[in-house]
């Protein structure tokens, strides 16, 4: 290997480096080849929102049979004209360790528990105004919508989809964009598990696993670049997000620390 080699090798090595520094500090990241870090499960419980009430916590669904699945046709969202189409965005959300997290306590008032991400009533609110907002989980219906009424008690969630909307690929079940029924220039989509949006990956954004950290500003940061989009009326989500990455990259090189955030 010739010196040429070596250097660019460090060069690599450094950028990288500094990139994995950066998005830890961002806690989001439009690099789909990065996952997500595991953490340990909380060990009590604590809710962002008070008005959620915390004695509903305990009262966990049924859990359905995953082998007997509700049979669905796509498209799975209601169709829309082609003139709607062209005026609307629609924002996919994962559920578990996107927004919330799931965990159960032992001894017999333990059940099912979840904490909820900060800052997710405000950026479900604001989101909701700008964006088709459609929550797209691989849990179970029952228990996607028992959390799901009690975060969204106003209805800013447009629909919900589950486990039986997902492609399933051995024990992987995939969120295929493409069976919404919608434009794939306009749908956005984040999710913590990059495989999930493996078929569709410019069209994803990458967010930090969530368990139980109550100064997170995940969502918070996110959602500037979320109103610019809408801001700007791009006419293809998947460029703008590439854009977006070959930028935050170009200033990283540049020995930029803190890149700025935007589609300029």
Do not use: C
């Not at 700007?232 to 977006?244: E, N, P, S, T, Y």
Request: proline residues 6%; negative net charge; without cysteine.
């Amino acid at each position: 290997m010739n010196l040429t080699n070596k250097l660019d090798r460090h060069s690599i090595s450094q950028v990288r480096e500094r990139l994995l520094s950066v998005l830890q500090k961002f806690t989001l990241s439009l690099i789909s080849s990065l996952l997500p870090q595991t953490q340990t499960p909380p060990a009590s419980a604590r809710l962002e929102d008070p008005s959620i009430d915390p004695l509903l916590q305990a009262q966990q669904p049924i859990q359905e049979d995953p082998d007997q699945l509700p049979s669905v046709q796509a498209p799975y969202l209601p169709a829309v004209s082609d003139y709607q189409q062209s005026q609307m965005y629609t924002l996919v959300l994962d559920l578990d360790e996107t927004l919330i997290h799931y965990f159960e306590m032992g001894g017999p008032d333990g059940g099912g528990h979840f904490l909820v991400r900060p800052g997710v009533s405000k950026f479900l609110r604001e989101m909701s105004q700008l964006y088709e907002v459609v929550i797209f989980t691989a849990a179970m219906q029952d228990y996607a919508d028992w959390v799901l009424d009690q975060i969204d008690p106003n209805k800013q969630i447009s629909y919900r989809l589950y486990r039986q909307h997902a492609t399933r690929t051995g024990p992987v079940f995939i969120k295929d964009l493409s069976l919404l029924g919608r434009d794939l220039s306009r749908i956005l989509i984040v999710d913590n598990v990059a495989e999930n949006f493996q078929l569709q990956p410019d069209n994803g954004i990458f967010i930090r696993s969530w368990f139980d950290d109550m100064t997170d500003t995940a969502l918070e940061e996110l959602g500037p670049l979320l109103k610019e989009i809408v801001r700007k009326q791009v006419g293809d989500i998947r460029d703008a997000l590439r854009r977006f990455r070959d930028q935050m990259l170009e200033q990283l090189q540049r020995g930029v620390s803190n890149p700025v955030m935007t589609l300029d």
